[in-house]
Antibody, heavy 118, light 107 residues
């Protein structure tokens, strides 16, 4: 079966960086992309960006450009997302997902709560 | 940037049909995906590419997309369908977005 298992909850101070990992299994890692979506408390889903594991190309929402780095390690079938210069409004659950051609995310990680607080 | 508009809430009685809309400029020219999210859980893909149902999703779930509106239709609504539903379009970074979400309440 397809599984995406994310790293555990994290707490950071404003201005710091956070890295969330997403360990995948059960499918051909390089045949799909990985997207990153976050959800602030009580709010809706917010698309952050995605990476094509096949060629390493990334694309991110304009509001995160310059602050986000997405990587994919084919040797460990693990994707990672680093967000820098954290602010309190970055407090959210961060999800990774397997992206099919055309952008549908058919499998999701369990989510990682990132809390930004001084 | 591209904006997707969903009604904040929809209510329906069990056994009836729920329709959740997703409005966007010429959305009919884009591929729309729909997700169901229950409290404390990750989203689940229920419709992709406007109207295709992933394996394991009940036939009661269907989708359509034309003009400026995409619609998720849930027939014979059950209590377990109560959740938040999000539409999504995929393109360049300028319009890889989610709608604001619709809370479906089963009366």
């Amino acid at each position: 079966q397809v599984h995406l298992v994310q790293s555990g909850a994290d707490m950071k101070k404003p201005g710091a960086s956070v890295k969330v990992s997403c360990k995948t299994s059960g499918y051909s890692f390089a045949s799909f992309g990985v997207s990153w979506v976050r959800q602030a408390p009580g709010q809706g889903l917010e698309w952050m960006g995605w990476i094509s594991v096949y060629n390493g190309n990334t694309d991110s929402a304009q509001k995160f450009q310059g602050r986000i780095t997405m990587t994919a390690d084919t040797s460990t079938t693990t994707a990672s997302m680093e967000l820098r210069s954290l602010r309190s409004d970055d407090t959210a659950i961060y999800y990774c997902g397997r992206v099919m051609v055309g952008g549908a995310t058919d499998y999701w990680g369990q989510g990682t709560l990132v809390t930004v607080s001084s | 940037s591209y904006v997707l508009s969903q009604p904040p809430s929809v209510s329906v009685a069990p056994g009836k049909t729920a329709r959740i809309t997703c409005g966007g400029n010429n959305i009919g020219t884009k591929s729309v995906h729909w997700y169901q999210q229950k409290p404390g859980q990750a989203p689940v893909l229920v419709i992709h590419y406007d109207s295709d149902r992933p394996s394991g999703i009940p036939e009661r779930f269907s989708g359509s997309n034309s003009g400026n509106t995409a619609t998720l239709t849930i027939s014979r609504v059950e209590a377990r369908d109560e959740a938040d539903y999000y539409c999504q379009v995929w393109g360049t970074s300028s319009y890889q977005v989610f709608g604001g979400g619709t809370k479906l309440t089963v009366l």
